[in-house]
């Protein structure tokens, strides 16, 4: 194998080094390069693409350390074998995660970085309440370049959006308190709610977001403190709130003196999201900036595994959240704020998944109009109803027989016969459409039954 693959440097960009390296990374997750496969020798791979042996020598201990490649002693260089895990035929629909592309590479390429920086180390490695400074402020300027607008002091850091959620809860609300939220919400905000022994109650959804009158008559009768939203892709609706709505909204809470707690963490293509209302927030009044609270984290945008959540707070609000966080958690790890303070300034943040969701997307759309369904499309979820006599649990349950997973609409207390699919997790586009044709085959076959039975 290793004489016969061939590389085209002029398809890759950097260094020679680099490209190299991306032209490996790229053969093995396509497949031209399958496991245990023997790669060129490295004078001959330098002399065939016209570069030094040194180049090919920095580049395969580059690959090594990814962890892509094997060097055995005696016996050349090797594609390394894949782990279980990794040769797993089943496709995870169900959870919202974005797509492997250059994730593995980014974290290895700044875990490095960090390895060779003493100075910082040092400092991580210690006990530290609050961000290091230049964590900090990285931060700030990232969210000043979206177009939010911000002091530093306003920014708290937590593990994840959902530990975010139950600090704000647990900071925020008395057990006298009320909160709304959305119908077929984000579970997390039940469980989190129950977790704390809260009054919750929750508001009808339109196509444009929730129902404005029932909101409120609710209010009016109810006076709650705070109101939970997913403003550009609820989840699992995938419904995004109309500027009109924004607006009502905010009017409505400085009327009313509730809070707006905004989860701005499921994914939206760069021409789907919008600004948050915190910043809607900033230019309207000192009234308004009092009232909304933004939520995000960087699971959706690069990967789960990396649990950096993070919240901006009116300033009245920042030392009973602080204090809750600090209930659960000494400090958020340095480490981990380390990684993401240095991945969010870099391109390799958003890679280039953005292109491939809106192909994922595409041809997730087209299924759903061929299917004959309604459907909303939005990031990187699908929302979809299926027609009687067919059932939500038996699609559920046929696919996960055949190794694909999808959320049933009951998950998100909705009961309308939906079903969700997210479309981040395949491994390859390949991948992706194989499971997405079986998807639709599933739910041809079962239409045309007499029964909806499995």
Not at 19 to 31: H, K, L, M, T
Not at 97 to 106: E, F, R, Y
Not at 228 to 257: F, G, K, V, W
Not at 397 to 402: E, G, M, Q, S
Request: hydrophobic share 40%; net charge negative.
């Amino acid at each position: 194998m290793g004489t016969i693959w061939r590389l085209d440097l002029n398809d890759f960009t950097g260094p020679k080094y680099q490209r190299v390296v991306d032209a490996i990374e790229q053969a093995i997750q396509s497949g031209e390069l399958p496991a245990n496969s023997k790669l060129p020798p490295q004078r001959r791979l330098a002399d065939t693409i016209g570069v030094t042996i040194g180049t090919i020598t920095r580049a395969y201990a580059l690959a090594e350390q990814r962890g892509y490649i094997e060097a055995r002693i005696g016996d050349g260089t090797y594609v390394k074998a894949a782990t279980h895990s990794q040769q797993t035929d089943k496709v995870n629909f169900a959870t919202c995660q974005p797509p492997l592309t250059n994730q593995t590479t980014a974290l290895s390429d700044t875990l490095s970085a960090i390895a060779k920086d003493p100075h910082t180390l040092n400092q991580i490695m210690g006990y530290q309440a609050d961000p290091l400074p230049h964590q900090l402020q990285a931060f700030h300027r990232w969210l000043l370049g979206r177009g939010i607008e911000q002091q530093a002091k306003q920014l708290i850091f937590c593990h994840g959006a959902q530990q975010g959620l139950f600090s704000v809860l647990n900071g925020l609300l008395g057990k006298n308190d009320l909160l709304m939220y959305e119908e077929n919400c984000y579970p997390g905000i039940r469980v989190a709610a129950n977790q704390l022994g809260l009054n919750s109650m929750s508001i009808p959804l339109t196509d444009s977001g929730v129902d404005l009158e029932a909101l409120t008559t609710l209010v009016e009768l109810n006076q709650p403190k705070l109101l939970y939203l997913t403003l550009n892709n609820q989840n699992p609706t995938c419904i995004q709130y109309c500027m009109a709505q924004r607006q009502a909204l905010l009017s409505m809470a400085i009327e009313h003196d509730f809070y707006i707690l905004e989860d701005d963490v499921n994914y939206c293509l760069p021409e789907e999201w919008h600004l948050p209302l915190w910043q809607q927030a900033q230019e309207h009044s000192p009234q308004a900036q009092s009232r909304v609270i933004y939520l995000s984290s960087l699971s959706k945008t690069f990967s789960g595994g990396l649990r950096q959540g993070f919240i901006l707070l009116p300033e009245a609000l920042i030392g009973p959240v602080k204090l809750a966080l600090h209930s659960q958690c000494w400090m958020v790890s340095p480490l981990n704020m380390e990684i993401a303070a240095r991945l969010i300034n870099t391109p390799a943040l958003y890679g280039d998944r953005d292109q491939l969701i809106r192909e994922r997307q595409v041809l997730a759309i087209a299924m759903g109009e061929r299917l004959g369904l309604q459907h909303r499309w939005r990031g990187l979820n699908g929302w979809l109803k299926l027609k009687p006599p067919l059932k939500a649990h038996h699609v559920v349950t046929a696919l996960a027989a055949k190794g694909i997973m999808v959320r049933n609409g009951d998950d998100f207390d909705n009961h309308d016969n939906h079903i969700r699919i997210s479309i981040g997790a395949a491994q390859s586009m390949d991948q992706f459409m194989k499971s997405l044709h079986e998807v639709e085959t599933t739910i041809t076959t079962l239409s045309q039954s007499a029964y909806s039975v499995v």
